[in-house]
């Protein structure tokens, strides 16, 4: 089975409602949807916000459900001065910016031991763009794509000198508060992952307000993805 992730009620709601559902189990305070979704088997998720919160959640789903492979999906906040509301990312790499080791000389981020960055598997992340092309070539007003890093940290970012430096460190295209985390979850029970983002928001001074405005708009992209994406992971 796959195993699907969301933080928020309104990033899992629209995929839990399209599904035939066999049993709903609440674990250490996370509700679990189990069934199927148009006919694939899936594990859906509520994390809660935050990389602890998506830490618990995602060994929790491994260590009780077994998934093949893991999808995170969610909103974040645009790091690039030309990205819309709208726009979705696919994650080539996540990275925990507020890990700070700096103090032994090593680079934000970075864990003794670990790559600084980790990778999303490649076949997930190939298979996700084919699923954004399902979704949205063709069609009029249809978000842009682009693939590369996802910083995350525990603080919703909503200033000029955070974004530019994120992007700056780490060559990131977006900010959220949990796929890092996620993705090194997975990454340490090697299992193949991938994180899909649409953006709420551009994590400057408009952030908060722009994040409630577009939030539903935006998790319905994410989910018209999310569609395609789930078949292509059954076969
Ligand atoms: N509505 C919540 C707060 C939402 S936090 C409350 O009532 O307190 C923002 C969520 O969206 C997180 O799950 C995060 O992953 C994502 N996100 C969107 N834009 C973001 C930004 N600019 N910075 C950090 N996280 C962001």
Redesign the pocket.
């Known amino acids: 089975m796959l195993g699907v992730i969301g ?2 009620e309104e ?1 899992v709601q629209l995929l839990r409602n399209e599904m035939t559902i066999l049993e709903e189990q609440t674990i250490a305070g996370i509700v679990v949807t189990l069934g199927t979704f148009h006919g694939t088997e899936i594990a859906l998720a509520q994390s809660g ?2 990389k602890v919160n998506a830490t618990i959640c995602t060994q929790m789903m491994i260590d009780r459900f077994s998934p093949s492979a893991m999808v995170f999906s ?5 790091l690039l001065p030309n990205m819309r509301a709208g726009d979705m990312i696919i994650a080539s790499h996540v990275v925990q910016y507020d890990m700070d080791l700096t103090a032994f000389g090593r680079r934000h981020g970075e864990m003794p031991g670990q790559t600084r960055m980790t990778e999303c598997d490649p076949a997930l992340v190939e298979k996700a763009t084919q699923a954004f092309d399902l979704a949205f070539d063709g069609l009029e007003g249809a978000p842009n794509l682009m693939l590369g890093t996802i910083a ?2 525990d ?4 200033d000029t000198k955070t ?1 530019r430096w994120l992007q700056r460190e780490f060559a990131a295209l ?6 890092a985390a996620f993705g090194y979850t997975c990454h340490l029970n090697s299992l193949p992952f991938v994180v899909i ?1 649409g ?5 400057g001074e408009t ?2 307000g722009d ?2 405005d577009n ?1 539903k708009r935006v998790c319905q992209n994410s989910y018209h993805l999310m569609e395609r994406l789930i078949p292509l992971l059954a076969a």
């Open positions: 933080a928020m990033e916000i935050g969610g909103v974040a906040g645009g995350s940290g603080k919703f970012v909503q974004l977006a900010t959220e508060m949990e796929g983002r953006l709420s928001d551009t994590a952030a908060t994040f409630t939030l």
